[in-house]
């Protein structure tokens, strides 16, 4: 009887092999740290990261205790002068930089214009004193998108940073009315002319943008201008861009100022939000 032919028979049978497990590859997601994120962005990525600028400490230590009353705010950095100040908001990418307007080596309003050309996605919030008008002009065409007196309520400090760091503009309520009596010591004749040329550029607006323009006189965020006028954020959004661009100014603080000098301020609401 002939045996079976095994060695053949163990040639050919396929060997073992385990289920094919196609597991996918490993993918980290990407990490993005909170200082690249925009001011538009630092309301949904959380913590607010702010840099203080003062040359006097007891200023930096008053500024960072009120801040400090908003769990939502964090001081990331401090500088003594403007030229630390830009040093530190390269280091730390805030969302918000806070600057004196007057300090040594680099001023406030220079530092502003150099963190706005190399570090556009951090926001600018001015501290100023009554005696300086010049100032917040000259900052409005650096691209500062706050301006605060030191001698103001604690409330608009937070509320300030808050706005900035939404990507909206904040002008207290006693820099508005310092600009607006800057423009009119001027001379009646050169307010008029500004008055005149405001109210122009104003009427390319639609009556929507209007409107808008008139709220990003009072320093609203988009958010606020939304439940105002009962639109939706992102159409808000669309107004501004639009707004913007027909006034030709580069941000939302300058197109304030436009509102101030043609007169197209809202009242204020009854109640403050």
């Known amino acids: 009887m002939t045996r079976p032919d095994t060695t053949r028979a163990a040639h050919t049978t396929p060997a073992h092999t385990a289920p094919t497990h196609t597991a996918p590859a490993h993918t980290t997601p990407a990490y993005t740290d909170p200082a690249d994120a925009t001011p538009a962005d630092a309301t949904q990525a959380g913590t607010i990261r702010v840099?203080?600028?003062?040359?006097?400490?007891?200023?930096?230590?008053?500024?960072r205790a009120v801040l400090a009353?908003?769990?939502?705010?964090?001081?990331?950095?401090?500088?003594?002068?403007?030229?630390?100040?830009?040093?530190?908001?390269?280091?730390?990418?805030?969302?918000?930089?806070?600057?004196?307007?007057?300090?040594?080596?680099?001023?406030?309003?220079?530092?502003?214009?150099?963190?706005?050309?190399?570090?556009?996605?951090?926001?600018?919030?001015?501290?100023?004193?009554?005696?300086?008008?010049?100032?917040?002009?000259?900052?409005?065409?650096?691209?500062?998108?706050?301006?605060?007196?030191?001698?103001?309520?604690?409330?608009?400090?937070?509320?300030?940073?808050r706005a900035v760091a939404d990507g909206a503009a904040y002008l207290s309520p006693k820099v508005a009315a310092r600009v607006v009596a800057h423009l009119a010591s001027t001379g009646a004749g050169a307010l008029a002319g500004r008055?005149?040329?405001?109210?122009?550029?104003?009427?390319?607006?639609?009556?929507?943008?209007?409107?808008?323009?008139?709220?990003?006189?009072?320093?609203?965020?988009?958010?606020?201008?939304?439940?105002?006028?009962?639109?939706?954020?992102?159409?808000?959004?669309?107004?501004?861009?639009?707004?913007?661009a027909r006034l030709g100014v580069d941000n939302r603080a300058a197109a304030a100022v436009v509102a101030h000098e043609a007169g197209i301020l809202p009242p204020p609401p009854a109640e403050q939000r």
């Open 51 to 63: 840099l203080i600028a003062d040359d006097e400490p007891m200023i930096r230590a008053g500024v």
């Open 69 to 161: 009353t908003d769990p939502g705010i964090e001081v990331v950095a401090e500088a003594a002068d403007g030229h630390e100040a830009v040093e530190l908001v390269r280091a730390h990418r805030p969302h918000v930089a806070v600057l004196d307007v007057r300090m040594p080596r680099t001023n406030g309003i220079e530092a502003a214009a150099e963190i706005r050309r190399t570090l556009p996605a951090t926001g600018v919030v001015m501290l100023t004193t009554f005696g300086e008008d010049d100032y917040i002009l000259r900052a409005l065409g650096c691209g500062a998108a706050g301006f605060l007196i030191k001698s103001g309520e604690p409330e608009e400090l937070v509320a300030g940073v």
């Open 195 to 244: 008055r005149d040329a405001a109210r122009e550029r104003v009427a390319g607006l639609t009556p929507r943008e209007r409107d808008v323009l008139s709220h990003l006189g009072g320093g609203l965020s988009n958010g606020q201008i939304a439940r105002r006028l009962h639109l939706v954020e992102g159409t808000v959004k669309a107004h501004v861009s639009s707004v913007l």
